[in-house]
């Protein structure tokens, strides 16, 4: 059984430019969140998916864009990139939106430059 | 809204020393509570939850945590720990009920077990 999948795995962009991220749930789950850990911090809440849509979000400006497909999976966008954005993004799937049951991806490390 | 404080960033201990590390929360309804923990250059795992009932939870590794109400607290404790618990640990809350399905971290703890 498959647990959590992102990709790619390591990004380089510079600023300005966009970045989509990719995740694919655990089999089973149908729900997908995302998360920002910059440096040395705990992973921030960006936004939840379920049903294809955006349910509950964070404080993360509108650059921050996602989508979920109807098999489950989600890309996370990120446009007008800033500095700032560099981090490691978290994506954690669950049942239902369920808190107690996130299970994490490996994440995607993007280095803005 | 809800907080979390992990009073810890670094704890240095020797190797088959217990350790404790320390969590307080902040919330104005029930919650649910959760230590997970990351390796270097890896996503989070769960170590241990609590949703309910029994206020001393055990998980994965040897560690437990014990939720206090009263105190806001949720320690995470291990009796004995090895050079390979080595890692970033992040206490957790998410409320129960109503449309709150987010997780919101503390800062994270780094444990460094020495030989």
């Known amino acids: 059984d498959a647990g959590v999948t992102q990709s790619p795995t390591h990004l380089i962009k510079t600023r300005g430019q966009q970045v989509t991220l990719r995740c694919s749930p655990k089999?089973?789950?149908?729900?997908v969140s995302w998360y920002q850990q910059a440096l040395g911090q705990g992973p921030q809440f960006i936004f939840q998916?379920?049903?294809?849509?955006?349910?509950q979000r964070g404080n993360f400006p509108d650059r921050f864009s996602g989508h979920q497909f109807p098999n489950y999976s989600s890309e996370l966008n990120v446009n007008a990139l800033l500095l700032g954005d560099s981090a490691l993004y978290l994506c954690?799937?669950?049942?239902?939106?369920?808190?107690?049951?996130?299970?994490f991806g490996p994440g995607t490390r993007l280095t803005v430059l | 809204a809800q907080s979390v404080t992990q009073l810890d960033s670094q704890v240095p201990v020797f190797e088959e020393a217990p350790v404790e590390l320390r969590c307080n929360y902040s919330?104005?309804?029930?919650?649910?509570l959760f230590w997970y923990v990351q390796y270097p250059n890896q996503g989070l795992q769960l170590l241990l939850k609590?949703?309910?009932?029994?206020?001393l939870v055990k998980g994965i590794n040897g560690f437990e945590a014990e939720f206090n109400k009263s105190q806001t607290s949720f320690h995470l404790r291990k009796p004995s720990v090895h050079i390979s618990d080595t890692a970033e640990y992040f206490c957790?809350?998410?409320?129960?009920?109503?449309?709150?399905?987010?997780?919101?971290f503390g800062k994270g703890t780094l444990l460094t077990v020495n030989p």
């Open positions: 089999s089973g789950h149908d729900t």
């Open positions: 954690a799937s669950s049942d239902s939106g369920r808190a107690d049951t996130q299970y």
């Open positions: 998916y379920y049903e294809e849509e955006e349910r």
């Open positions: 919330s104005s309804v029930s919650v649910y």
């Open positions: 957790a809350v998410s409320d129960w009920g109503g449309s709150n399905y987010k997780l919101t």
């Open positions: 609590y949703l309910s009932g029994s206020t």
